[in-house]
């Protein structure tokens, strides 16, 4: 694709990055086959192929209006595109820039401008949500039944962590807002990696990864949670620590892009393109250990349907990595129509874009348990609580299904 972007605008890092995207496009149209919001809509400008023209021409010099911001709010940044195209587009890192520069240009009304400012004030502070959430676990009684499906059952009380010190040792970040939603997935974590012979370190400090606000379009904001968050995790890092291990699939993905992300702060670059290169999604970790003989076998059959979130098959490219441990373990895994699109979950999507979000779930559990499983096993906190809003089974983390098989086999 030919461009002609403004002069300041490739005199920038991410303009330069994004003219590279923009000539990479052949404007095929693969990118639709497997987008969501096209399916839903069949609106050319809710696809990959529309939204990048519009950021193109905003990147020339085209005033951005309403409602092109529109269309790329509509966006749920899953990158399904991304593993569609033929030419290897990288659109998020061109929708990233794209919505920062029209974010400047159009603004937001003040009720849009308040929701997100409290959305990034509430979901990247770990002690500000949990303590909403418990509020709204004591009135859920109370609540209209509406508004009641809509907040999480007060998670079960746990046995105490793995006390023991092994030579190795890997970073475990609790996260912001799963440790008070789903605290058994890091409990289970700890427990795995300790019958691994692995001890999870969480260094004190560790908070958001920054995902929130890089999606929300407060990138400064975002990179200050990372600077933090490398802060926080250095002395572990420079004394030996083997992997960073990230058990939300959400975070994942940018944590791998502190380096790229970070690349021109003197102070951090060097730190973060460490810190990139530690960086493991949960199953990456587990995946790579001996774990021939080391699991106890589910008594009888237990069928389960596995969602691979997004930011695992499309933004880590690791499909298929859990649903080999799951079966490993002696799981029967159903199969699922669709699996490549979105949830609708997305971060913040669930609440900017409520009737799409809602649309994608409903669809994505018709797929899941038309084979019956007992049991929804995924990989991000996320999509866990967005689907379990709407599911009949119980919905867990996969770390959950494989923790007492592997330990209580150990």
Not at 291 to 311: M, Q, Y
Request: hydrophobic residues 40%.
């Amino acid at each position: 694709m030919q461009t002609a972007l403004q002069q300041a605008l490739l005199d920038t890092p991410a303009g330069r990055e994004a003219d590279e995207v923009l000539r990479n496009c052949v404007h095929c149209g693969f990118c639709n086959a497997t987008c969501p919001t096209y399916q839903l809509t069949g609106d050319e400008l809710d696809g990959p192929r529309g939204r990048i023209y519009l950021i193109k021409q905003v990147l020339e010099g085209r005033p951005a209006t309403a409602r092109t911001q529109l269309h790329l709010d509509r966006c749920l940044t899953c990158r399904a595109c991304e593993t569609t195209c033929p030419s290897g587009v990288d659109y998020h890192l061109l929708l990233d820039t794209g919505r920062e520069v029209i974010e400047q240009q159009v603004g937001r009304t003040p009720g849009g401008h308040l929701l997100r400012r409290m959305l990034r004030l509430v979901l990247t502070r770990r002690r500000t949500f949990t303590f909403l959430l418990r509020l709204g676990q004591l009135l859920r009684p109370v609540l209209p039944a509406a508004v009641r499906l809509q907040v999480p059952a007060k998670p079960p009380r746990l046995a105490p962590a793995p006390g023991s010190r092994h030579p190795r040792r890997m970073l475990l970040p609790e996260g912001c807002v799963q440790p008070a939603l789903a605290p058994q997935i890091n409990h289970a974590t700890r427990r795995v990696l300790d019958a691994l012979g692995i001890t999870a370190v969480t260094p004190a400090g560790s908070g958001c990864c920054g995902a929130v606000s890089h999606h929300l379009g407060a990138v400064d904001e975002a990179r200050d949670f990372m600077r933090s968050n490398i802060d926080a995790w250095w002395d572990e890092i420079s004394s030996g620590a083997e992997a960073i291990v990230i058990t939300a699939s959400g975070c994942a993905p940018l944590v791998k892009e502190y380096g790229r992300l970070l690349a021109h702060d003197p102070v951090y670059a060097e730190k973060a393109a460490r810190v990139s290169e530690l960086a493991r999604d949960l199953s990456e970790v587990v995946a790579r250990e001996p774990l021939d003989g080391r699991f106890r076998p589910p008594a009888g059959t237990v069928k389960i349907a596995f969602h691979s979130p997004c930011t695992l098959q499309h933004a880590q490219r690791l499909d298929g990595l859990v649903e080999g441990l799951l079966a490993r373990a002696g799981f029967e895994l159903a199969p699922t129509a669709d699996r490549h699109l979105c949830c609708g979950s997305a971060g913040t999507y669930s609440l900017l874009q409520p009737a799409l979000s809602r649309k994608l779930r409903d669809n994505k559990l018709a797929a899941l348990l038309k084979p019956d499983p007992v049991v929804i096993a995924t990989a991000n906190i996320g999509c866990l609580t967005h689907l379990a809003g709407g599911a009949r089974v119980p919905v867990k983390h996969w770390i959950e299904l494989l923790e007492p098989l592997l330990t209580e086999a150990s």
